[in-house]
């Protein structure tokens, strides 16, 4: 592979999805990963998050996750504790996150993937709600 690309994906996510979309219409035969089943290390989060730039607190899932019901979205839950918590319940990880030799994102917008390929998928592409992101030239619209 000249141009890598991996998906830590959720496939009932709906951005996930796009993403993923996104990722093949542009040529690529990513390596996917389905974290709720693979689950994470700490190791690999922290390294996830740090090449992101964003911290656990950033990362957490929050919506539709039971985040708040563990008592994780007070402000003196510290990052150790998210940490444990990600680990021990994967789902609590927002996602995809999507890494490339651009970069590691956090790809919420599902868009936000174009800035990590090396080109563009043909348009027109749109997202599953319609949404188009690419028009019929292959000018990105969002």
């Known amino acids: 592979m000249s141009f890598p690309v991996v998906i830590h994906h959720n496939p009932e996510c709906g951005t996930s999805r796009n993403v993923l979309g996104i990722i093949r ?42 985040a708040e019901e563990m008592g994780l979205t007070a402000a003196d839950v510290t990052d150790n504790q998210l940490l444990d918590a990600m680990v021990a319940h994967p789902i609590l990880v927002n996602r995809p996150i999507a890494c490339t030799p651009k970069g590691v994102r956090l ?5 936000v993937v174009l800035d990590l390929l090396d080109r563009m998928p043909p ?18 619209l969002v």
């Not at 740090?50 to 039971?66: D, H, K, M």
């Not at 790809?107 to 868009?111: D, G, I, K, Q, V």
């Not at 348009?123 to 990105?140: H, S, T, W």
């Open 25 to 66: 219409a542009a040529g690529y035969a990513p390596v996917v990963i389905d974290y709720l089943k693979e689950g994470w290390t700490r190791p690999q989060l922290l390294a996830l998050f740090a090449a992101a730039g964003i911290s656990p607190r950033q990362a957490l899932r929050v919506a539709r996750s039971p």
């Open 107 to 111: 790809c919420r917008p599902s868009e």
């Open 123 to 140: 348009g027109p592409l749109a997202k599953e709600d319609g949404q188009m992101i690419i028009d019929a030239e292959g000018n990105r």
